[in-house]
Nanobody
């Protein structure tokens, strides 16, 4: 069991940037992967990006080149840097910690991109 707390969401204009943080209650190296998902109204939850225990990263095609996932192992924190934001990026963003036997979720943080 791990507690995940997201922060950094908010309202930004198109083309702006946000940095989301996911603070975990234990070492993120305890997990096979850490990831960010998002869910917009009327849409299924989708994977945005993840970083494996070994540091490999993967991105959804819709955010590749604009978003970057990173981690601060010493502070048990995973980040999602979001640049060149578009209205279609508007969603609730969730942090996920995955083990081979299951996963844990944060409560989510709202990101709204609108002019």
């Amino acid at each position: 069991q791990v507690q995940l707390v997201e922060s950094g969401g908010g309202l930004v204009q198109p083309g702006g940037s946000l940095r989301l943080s996911c603070a975990a209650s234990r070492s993120i190296l305890s997990f096979d992967a850490m990831g960010w998902y998002r869910q917009a109204p009327g849409n299924p939850r989708e994977l945005v990006a993840f970083i494996s225990n070994g540091g490999s990263t993967n991105y959804a095609s819709s955010v590749k080149g604009r978003f970057a996932i990173s981690r601060d192992i010493a502070n048990n924190t995973v980040y999602l840097q979001m640049n060149s934001l578009k209205p279609e990026d508007t969603a609730v963003y969730y942090c996920n910690a995955r083990r081979d036997w299951g996963s844990s979720w944060g409560q989510g943080t709202q990101v709204t991109v609108s002019s």
